[in-house]
């Protein structure tokens, strides 16, 4: 006859630490919904209560009733954060898109030939793919980044 072992509350302490430990991780390996976070919250509190030599049953009702506040608490935060950093969000050199610069040194018509902007504090060599040389004090828009060059036009926007 089968008989099912019976976990003992010493070993309780363990299981809910793996299991805060597991969900932080997990948390860490998927940041910003603050899902798994949650269960990492209940299991932490699991864990203390057990340490705390608190029974079974009252370790699963802390475990069951923190996870859940702390996901009607956190979920919402962590939409709402994925909101604001959405999809276009710019990252790294491609923040510059869009900015406008001066030019500091003439942006020779040629293909591929180079001169410098500056774009708010940041100097940047330059290129156009337009068929026009950019004097020098011409204010231009950054259209994308080539490697460590900006690709910029003539700002037609701005009047002087």
């Known amino acids: 006859m089968y008989r099912p072992r019976v976990v003992d509350a010493e070993t309780w302490r363990w299981i809910w630490l793996g299991l805060a430990v597991a969900c932080a991780a997990g948390e860490l390996a998927v940041p910003g919904t603050f899902f798994v976070l949650s269960f990492a919250i ?12 608190a029974s079974v049953a009252l370790q699963w009702v802390l475990f069951v009733g923190v996870s859940a506040g702390a996901l009607a608490l956190l979920a919402p935060l962590g939409r709402r954060l994925a909101r ?18 001066v030019v500091i040194e003439e ?17 940047w060599r330059a290129e ?20 460590t060059r900006l ?9 002087s």
């Not at 156009?128 to 490697?147: C, F, H, M, N």
């Open 107 to 123: 942006i020779p018509e040629a293909p591929h030939a180079t001169g410098r902007v500056r774009v708010e504090r940041d100097e």
């Open 151 to 159: 690709v910029v036009v003539p700002d037609q926007s701005i009047t």
């Open 84 to 101: 604001h950093q959405g999809d276009e969000a710019q990252e790294g050199a491609t923040r510059w898109v869009g900015r406008v610069g």
């Open 128 to 147: 156009t793919d337009e068929a026009v040389q950019i004097p020098v004090g011409a204010q231009v828009k950054v259209l994308s980044v080539r490697g």
């Open 42 to 53: 209940g299991a932490t509190v699991a864990c203390v209560s057990a340490f705390l030599d």
